[in-house]
């Protein structure tokens, strides 16, 4: 008798409206790294945001809204997977809290929550991914964004992937858990100081020596893209998963 | 003291170009952060303390009133007097009693915070009484007039040069030629200056950290022992102290102080940990013929049982604005009242209403690294997020932060929609962002191009290409 391969994880990729609107080399850069991993990925097309600038604006009943229809966009997965500690963090950790005093949304939310987990970490820690066979030349320094770190944990996976690369040198710079200031919409809120820790940030990005800057938010880097660019710097920067899945023919964010 | 919440914006414009300031902002970036660092290293049950120095608490916020009364029965067990407060005003006028009852002339005043809040030091002077601050940093600004910028290091945004000119322009009985380059030197002098001030005082006015139930004992910590002199030298010594610094017993204090100093300063204890329970008795070589404590509510009663509660575990140990990237950009003042940084945030509009310190709980990034250093796992981002919803509810917020945000969200919440419109925008878009693959101008996103370039998409979204992609593989199986 033979015994029957269990069969493939079914992920449903929450895309993020950023990655979504402004780099969708990211979405594909995530659907090749869980194919490769074993992975069958789908993207339901009822997806949209995840609400958070509504629930961070004070806005409970239209990030409830959101909460329920993305919840329901992705029941049907094993798992909910997106390219953002900040999105991921979001879906898992925040969404049950919405439905507090509901109990039939509540639990619903709470199965939703449990299968969600952010694109690096679910590769290493769900996937058991080890290393990536991909190539590139160069110094990277690795920017922790905070929803990721400190909500989820998420520090030293992409880390070990990176370090996986053959040919790239992860080198890090001074205060990488340091926030780099994006906050959503604070940085347009709040853009006098935003820039301000913005600025910081570059300093330690230019100061690691690094000639490429990844992270796995894509709020952040286009935050820290966009002050670099400004400053007139050539640092490359890029979402992690584009360079782990050996995707880097798009100009990098914010050009070269 | 003003209140200048309402003008945060303003105000954070004027610290970002002070170049003085700026420059003191660099000690709080390199000094407190590793200290701390070093010393819960050195700690392998540091978790666990505050795990522990939460519960205390919340025990304590549950059965305030008891513990409080406990306290109270104490205290006048052991010859010491009780006066309750409610608010700034009663607490000022209770004081000015029991100064006018011991005419008393001079005040010494240990590092109090409440103090700040209340606004002693103008009322006594306006009533004719000197207030004599004795912690360092308390008395540099007073020669300044100027108030703490943080809760324990109330100096932090001076430089040594600011210091000793102002030394220099009120301690006119010193040599002119002296040395005063060294921050012992400095030290040294403004010792000499207050200690015949300790002497002269009648009152000795205290904060507490700690106040024990079990005992009617109050507990101060302070790294120069200014405290000590404060509380023991004059005839009368006054606690000042909010409610929520009762704790049940002398046990659960000293676990609390397990991660005080180490989360404020990194020291394992503060050099100084002084108790004080009643006025001096026969047997005693010093202390008070008076001893008074105040209880002050001013507010925090209202917090109990609200969203807000959490925030009344706070030690006042300063690590979360240590640790935040806001208050490193802006400094303590910006914050506009007594408390900045992300306890600022969230005890302002609790304490003088959210219409004016609106802004605080919105000058965050959630970066969250306050309450990963909070010793007592205060939930200081979800809290500012709560101050949120009341503004949201309450319409506080800008007009053009809430239309723009109302305007996404009504494409979120349409998906159909969202994707027709994105379909036809972002390529159009992204032909905009030229070769360069940014935007150095754009309208409407000026808050964003003002100070960095905007990357530009790469053109067709993610899921119009997924559908291309999904119907290309259909067609090969067909």
Known sequence: MTQAASPAPRVGLFVTCLVDLFRPSV?????????????????????????????????????????????????????????????????????????KGDEAWEARARTFSDKVHELISFLTDVLGVTQVPAKAAGKVTYHDSCSGLRELGIHDQPRKLVASVKGLKLTEMADADVCCGFGGTFCVKYGE???????????????????????????????????????????????????????????????? | MQITSPTFKANAHEALHDAQLQRALGNVRSGFIGKRAKAVDALPEFEELRDNAKTIKDHVLEHLDIYLEAYEKKVEDAGGKVHWAESAAEARGIILDICRMNNARTVTKGKSMLTEEIELNDFLEASGIQPIETDLGEYIIQLRGEHPSHII????????????????????????????????????????????????????????????????????????????????????????????????????????????????TGQEMSVYTTLSTGPKRASDPDGPDEYHV??????????????????????????????????????????????????????????????????????????????????????????????????????????????????????????????????????????????????????????????????????RTFMQQWRDRDTLKQDAHA
Not at chain 1, 45 to 66: E, F, K, L, V
Not at chain 2, 180 to 202: G, H, I, N
């Open chain 1, 27 to 99: 979405g594909f850069a995530a659907v090749k790294l869980m194919e490769d991993a074993g992975c069958v990925v789908d993207a339901p097309a009822a997806q949209t945001c995840c609400g958070q600038p509504a629930y961070n604006s004070g806005d409970r009943d239209d990030t409830r809204a959101i909460a329920e229809a993305t919840i329901e966009a992705f029941e049907e997965f094993d798992y909910v997977v997106a390219p953002s500690g900040s999105c991921a963090g979001m879906l898992k950790k925040h969404y049950p809290g919405l439905f």
């Open chain 1, 193 to 256: 100081i935003s820039n301000a820790i913005v600025e910081e940030k570059a300093a330690n990005i230019a100061g690691s020596g690094a000639d490429m800057l990844l992270a796995s938010d894509l709020g952040c880097l286009m935050n820290m893209a966009g002050k670099l660019k400004r400053q007139g710097s050539n640092i490359e920067v890029r979402h992690v998963a584009e360079v782990l899945a050996g995707m880097t023919d798009q100009p990098p964010i914010g050009g070269k």
């Open chain 2, 153 to 264: 290091a109330p100096a932090v945004h001076l430089n040594k040069d600011q210091v000793e000119s102002d030394f220099r322009r009120v301690h006119t009985d010193f040599p002119k030629d002296r040395d005063l380059t060294e921050p012992e030197q400095l030290l040294s002098e403004a010792r000499q200056v207050l200690r015949q001030k300790y002497f002269d005082a009648d009152v000795g006015i205290t904060g507490a950290n700690f106040l024990i139930a079990e005992t009617g004992t109050s507990i101060i910590v302070t790294n120069e022992g200014n405290g000590d002199l404060t509380q023991t030298l004059p005839r009368v010594h006054i606690v000042l102290a909010s409610i929520e610094k009762v704790v049940p017993t002398l046990d659960d204090a000293a676990q609390i102080l397990r991660v005080l100093a180490r989360s404020a």
């Open chain 2, 294 to 459: 105040i209880l002050l509510d001013n507010g925090r009663s209202s917090m109990l049982g609200t969203e807000f509660q959490d925030a009344l575990r706070c030690i006042r140990c300063g690590a979360c604005m240590n640790h935040c990237p806001v208050y490193h950009a802006v400094g303590g003042h910006a914050y506009g009242w007594v408390y900045p940084g992300p306890i600022g945030a969230v005890l302002t509009p609790s304490l003088v209403g959210v219409d004016k310190a609106g802004h605080l709980p919105n000058a965050s990034t959630f970066c969250g690294r306050c309450e990963a250093v909070c010793p007592m796992r205060i939930p200081l981002p979800k809290m500012m997020r709560h101050w949120r919803e009341k503004e949201f509810e309450r319409g506080l917020n800008p007009a053009v932060a809430r239309y723009g945000l109302k305007f996404w969200l009504w494409f979120a919440k349409r998906p159909r929609l969202y994707r027709l419109t994105t379909y036809l925008a972002m390529p159009v878009m992204g032909l905009f962002g030229g070769r360069k693959r940014r935007y150095r101008f754009l309208p409407f996103a000026g808050g964003w191009v003002r100070h960095r370039d905007l990357p530009a998409p790469e053109g």
